[in-house]
Nanobody, 120 residues
Framework: VQLQASGGGLVQAGGSLRLSCAASGSIGGIDDMGWYHQAPGKQRELVAT???????NYADSVKGRFTISRDNTKNTAYLQMNSLKAEDTGVYYCNADIRLRAEWRTRGYWGQGTLVTVSS
C-alpha cells in the first residue's frame, strides 16, 4: 500500500493550495484519513481528519480556512487550503487507516509528505 501526497508548492500569503493524497495497492477499505503539518523545527501536528462517512475534525488554527474532503471511489483525500499564512509553511503528511484485502484489521499508513511554503 502506498499513500502519494501531492499539490504542495510556493504561494503568497492569502493564497490557496489544494493537496491530494491518493492511496493505492491491495486495499480492502479505508477508514479515517487525515492531514498533518510539520513546521520547520517543530513536531508533526494534526490539521484535519475525515471519516469514511464524511465527518470532519479540524485543528483550531485552520478552522474556517481549510477544508478536508475525500472521494472514496478514488481512495483519495484532499485538503483545500485558503487564506494561507506564513505559519502554515511546512511539510504536510497524509495518513490513512487502511484495511488490506483478506485482512480484518486496519493499520495506519503515512504518505511521504508534500512541502508548502507561504511567503509573507
Amino acid at each position: 500500500v502506498q499513500l502519494q501526497a501531492s499539490g504542495g508548492g510556493l504561494v503568497q500569503a492569502g493564497g490557496s493550495l489544494r493537496l491530494s493524497c491518493a492511496a493505492s495497492g491491495s486495499i480492502g477499505g479505508i477508514d479515517d484519513m487525515g492531514w498533518y503539518h510539520q513546521a520547520p523545527g517543530k513536531q508533526r501536528e494534526l490539521v484535519a481528519t475525515i471519516t469514511r462517512g464524511g465527518s470532519t475534525n479540524y485543528a483550531d488554527s485552520v478552522k474556517g480556512r481549510f477544508t478536508i474532503s475525500r472521494d472514496n471511489t478514488k481512495n483519495t483525500a484532499y485538503l483545500q487550503m485558503n487564506s494561507l499564512k506564513a505559519e502554515d509553511t511546512g511539510v504536510y503528511y497524509c495518513n490513512a487507516d487502511i484495511r488490506l484485502r483478506a485482512e480484518w484489521r486496519t493499520r495506519g499508513y503515512w504518505g511521504q509528505g508534500t512541502l508548502v511554503t507561504v511567503s509573507s
